[in-house]
């Protein structure tokens, strides 16, 4: 029954990505249709976006309340209900009005999906999980371009992806009572290394998660991974473009080879995770996606970038997934749910503001600052997570300690 109902969990993540590339494949038809600027698509975005920090941060109390199935549900059928009125929508105004259930409903699954694996399911699981939201992004345009590319609709599209949900909020309404009874079954089951064991902090109901020890470099690491991987998905190609000379067709597909690092690194990090623990993945996968960004600053020729790009989406690859696996060790179950929705919406936040930060710095030079602006996000995301594990470290540690000292007489 868990694995049955593990794979409802990675339908749910497969159409969390749907949405997420259908307004940047679709938005030259778009705005032509409707008559909308070309810097429109930002705004959208952004409203988006802003939907899914404010769920995500609500999202711990609404978990607490409510249970994972119940906000899945309806999260779900709001994503469902805003892709339906984009597909109906008459002018731009109504799709801002539409983009706000999307970012909130967006923002209280993906939260509590995380949360719900992260504390019933292994470590594997967890990437394989976020490796099925890229096929989900992935399919996204797919089934855009099925229908523009003879001169269709691009409500069509909408439409399509909306029926999709509209099946799984069906599914899960059908497999709500599963939730809980999963959950007890999946915790019982999940065993958990010495090491974990002994990192796990006491649950204290009363303490504010900003105030927990260790739960703001957590937030920083956030900060700067959604950072560098949304600002290289977006500046990637200009910075080919401009800089090493590449022609626009070839540094599209060269961008794209780069997410597709990110996807395939994750299925197979979930067989590594056999073998090796969380924080050494996202240790390893830091290391690497800092060389790979090296790698493009180096005056290099211009095919060399390309593997820069597969380094840095390689070693990308299992940082995230990992680290949220980490939540419930590193803080306590009873925490994790309120500190997930924390850190998604931290996530959120470096994906929302860095890349436009790169842009603001772009313009009032070039370009070219590309590369450092990366080497110094990785960076600074490796150098948070460390502190943070030179922290958890030394809290194992002490319990350890105390209990050899000997009691003064």
């Given amino acids: 029954m868990a694995t049955f109902f593990l794979l409802i969990i990675y339908l749910a993540f497969i159409s969390l990505g749907l949405p997420d590339s259908l307004l940047g494949s679709a938005w030259p038809i778009i705005r032509g249709d409707l008559g909308a600027p070309l810097g429109t698509a930002g705004v959208l975005y952004m409203i988006v976006a802003a939907g899914t920090i404010v769920s995500s941060l609500a999202s711990g109390s609404l978990l607490g309340r409510f249970g994972t199935g119940k906000v899945t549900l309806v999260s779900c059928l709001m994503t469902a209900a805003a892709l339906l009125g984009y597909s ?17 409903g967006a923002g209280a699954v993906d939260t509590g999906l ?30 855009m371009a099925g229908f523009i590319s003879g001169g269709g609709p691009w409500r069509s599209g909408y439409l399509t992806v909306a029926i999709i949900q509209f099946a799984l909020v069906v599914i899960l309404f059908l497999t709500l009572p599963l939730w809980d009874r999963v959950a007890r079954i999946a915790g019982d089951s ?12 006491p649950d ?44 626009a067709a070839t540094a599209a597909s060269w961008v794209s080879l780069y997410f597709a690092g990110i996807t395939v690194g994750r299925f197979i990090a979930g067989f ?59 803080f306590g179950k009873r925490q994790s749910q309120t500190i997930m929705g924390f850190q998604m919406a931290m996530a959120y936040t470096g994906s929302t503001f860095m890349p436009p930060l790169l842009g ?22 490796w150098l948070f ?22 009691t003064p007489q």
């Avoid at 801002?96 to 909130?104: D, N, R």
């Avoid at 995380?114 to 996204?140: D, E, I, P």
């Avoid at 958990?192 to 002994?198: A, H, L």
């Avoid at 920083?220 to 190609?237: K, M, P, Q």
């Fill in 204 to 247: 204290a109901r009363s303490v504010k998660p900003l105030r927990i020890p260790g739960v703001k470099l957590a937030l920083a690491s956030f900060l700067f991974y959604c950072g560098v991987e949304s600002t290289v998905g977006l500046w990637g190609s200009s910075y080919l473009v401009g800089i090493k000379g590449v022609d």
């Fill in 190 to 201: 999940r065993k958990e290394g010495p090491s974990e064991r002994e990192a796990e902090p």
């Fill in 272 to 330: 590594v995770t056999f073998k090796l623990s969380n924080r050494v993945m996202v240790r390893a996968g830091q290391i690497i996606a800092l060389l790979g960004a090296v790698v493009l600053v180096l005056p290099l020729p211009a095919t060399l970038s390309l593997v820069g790009l597969l380094i840095i989406g390689l070693g990308l690859a299992p940082i995230f997934p990992c680290m949220l696996h980490e939540t419930p060790v590193r």
């Fill in 114 to 143: 995380n949360n719900y694996v992260a504390a019933h399911y292994k470590a594997h699981h967890m990437s394989w999980l976020h490796c099925f939201w890229g096929v989900g992004a992935t399919l996204g345009p797919v089934i």
């Fill in 360 to 381: 603001f710095l772009a313009s009032h030079s070039t370009i070219g600052v590309f590369p450092v602006y990366i080497v110094l996000s990785a960076a600074a995301m």
């Fill in 385 to 406: 997570s460390e502190r943070l594990n030179v922290f958890l470290k030394a809290r194992s540690q002490a319990p350890q300690e105390s209990a050899i000292t000997p």
């Fill in 88 to 104: 109906a929508a008459p002018s731009v105004f109504w799709l801002g009005v539409c983009a706000i259930p999307l970012g909130l």
